[in-house]
């Protein structure tokens, strides 16, 4: 299971997060952060939801070859099957919560989860948390993106898993 602890973060990401929740309270907008750092094994599992057999052979290809990470390759073929609604597109590796950089974060209304933004009360709820992430904080809100718009993920902008996933080879 994914952390919730934003002592997991990277210590400047952290600080940020802080800021964050301070600002959003600020604002009146309650925060519950739910995801920190994700393990890859927990990540493996998380990418394998709705993937066929071929997407997943695939991918460990790619993280053997193209990113010269067999550990992660022998992690994701190791997690087993999984079942469930696509959530994620990053492989182990991937994800910029492997490298502590990224939270997860949902806005509460009378202290519950609104998880949807269909209704126009709940939309203002999350573009209110992406514009204190990115506009006050200079944090990358991933409600912006166009492929695959999340609205509770935040991440440090300076933070590419790219880079990374080489580096901690």
């Not at 309270?25 to 939801?49: H, I």
């Not at 609604?85 to 990224?102: D, E, L």
Request: net charge negative; charged share 30%; proline share 6%.
């Amino acid at each position: 299971m994914a952390s919730r602890n934003i002592d997991d973060l990277q210590p400047a990401f952290a600080e940020k997060v802080r800021a964050l929740v301070n600002q959003a309270g600020n604002a009146g907008l309650d925060l519950l952060v739910y995801c920190t750092y994700r393990s890859p094994e927990e990540q493996a599992r998380l990418y394998r939801q709705s993937r066929s057999t071929d997407e997943i052979l695939k991918m460990i290809k790619r993280l053997r070859e193209e990113f010269g990470r067999p550990d992660l390759a022998e992690i994701l073929k190791g997690v087993g099957p999984q079942h469930g609604a696509h959530v994620t597109n990053a492989a182990p590796g991937q994800s910029i919560h492997q490298y502590r950089c990224a939270i997860d974060a949902v806005p509460l209304r009378g202290g519950k989860p609104v998880w949807s933004a269909e209704e126009e009360a709940d939309l203002r709820l999350w573009k209110q948390y992406g514009a204190i992430a990115r506009d006050h904080l200079g944090l990358e809100w991933a409600g912006d993106w166009e492929n695959f718009p999340e609205f509770p993920h935040v991440q440090a902008p300076d933070c590419d898993w790219r880079k990374l996933i080489r580096e901690t080879a």
